[in-house]
């Protein structure tokens, strides 16, 4: 098993990618420390993996003490840190004309300051097993959709964050920080939100080939996948990355033909 006998903080576990992290870190060894915002999502997870193997806290993130009682749980129960994963984010639509400062700074809170909160907290844990950090963040980082200012912005700074961490952690304290950019990724949440915007209930079986040049988007348990690599040792030294996991490129991609959007 890839993570045998690791301690890992997934927080946003509840549901989504979050949940298929956790539970792939299970399934590789690892013990885990869910955390989110839905106490019955919660659970299920947490009875899915079994209490020998998780413990839950339901919390929000950005509260005061959050990140500190995370690290307090893992060390109480397993006795130990190796990796914190920062999935939890708030996923929400804006433009120039319905982003006002408190809604940005809200996101920020959630998306970019929780996860600098988190890694600070645990850093002294990390340090002492030589431990990481896997950011989770979104190729809308690059410039984004119009109508994800915000929560563009916040995956921007996080970003930043990964590579400047990921290096001055690594040469200071051995703690490795890297970032996967998951593209468009199939999420119970994602299912429902594209239907609040209109889509019909089956939008995600009929996708442009723009979107999706396989004919389907990624499951959660595709990108779990990916961060069991850099959250193993088998990761080695790789420090400071940020990898983009998505069907098609993102700089230097033609204009595509097909000009049907559905997003
Ligand atoms: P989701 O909305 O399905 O789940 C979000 C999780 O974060 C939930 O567990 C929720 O409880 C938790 N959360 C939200 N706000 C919180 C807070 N204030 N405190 C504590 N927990 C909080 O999201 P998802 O689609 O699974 O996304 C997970 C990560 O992947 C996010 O960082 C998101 O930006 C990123 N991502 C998702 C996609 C996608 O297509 N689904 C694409 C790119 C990046």
């Known amino acids: 098993m890839r993570l045998e006998n690791k301690v890992i903080i997934v ?29 019955d999502w919660g659970k299920q997870v947490l009875n899915e993996l079994g209490n020998e193997n998780a413990i839950l806290h339901i919390e929000d993130i950005s509260n005061d003490n959050t990140v500190e009682t995370l690290v307090e749980l893992a060390i109480k129960t397993y006795g130990r840190l190796d990796a914190v994963v920062n999935n939890a984010a708030i996923v929400a639509s804006s433009n120039i004309q319905t982003t006002d ?21 645990a850093l002294p844990q990390l340090s002492k ?7 989770i963040g979104s190729v809308n980082a690059y410039s984004g959709e119009p109508n994800l200012l915000a929560y563009s912005i916040t995956k921007g700074a996080l970003t930043t964050m990964t590579r400047n961490l990921g290096d001055t952690l690594f040469r200071e304290n051995g703690v490795r920080v890297n970032q996967i950019n998951p593209g468009w990724v199939l999420t119970e949440t994602e299912i429902e939100r ?25 499951q959660p348990s595709e990108i779990a996948a990916a961060a069991v690599y850099w959250l193993s040792d088998e990761c080695g030294p790789i420090s400071g990355q940020v990898v983009d996991l998505e069907q098609h490129p993102f700089i230097g991609r033609n204009p595509p033909k097909d000009s049907s959007t559905i997003k």
């Not at 097993?129 to 950011?135: A, D, P």
């Not at 609040?196 to 990624?218: C, E, F, M």
């Open 194 to 218: 594209k239907k609040q915007h209109g889509l019909a209930d089956d939008w995600y079986t009929h996708l442009p080939k723009v979107y999706a040049p396989s004919g389907r988007i990624i």
């Open 101 to 121: 400062k408190n809604f940005l700074r809200r996101l920020l809170e959630v998306n970019t300051i929780a996860p600098f909160a988190l890694i600070k907290s």
């Open 129 to 135: 097993q030589h431990g990481c950090v896997l950011n």
């Open 11 to 39: 927080t946003g576990s509840t549901t989504g990618i979050g949940k298929a992290i956790a539970k792939r870190c299970v399934a590789e060894g690892a013990k885990v420390v869910l955390n989110g915002l839905e106490e």
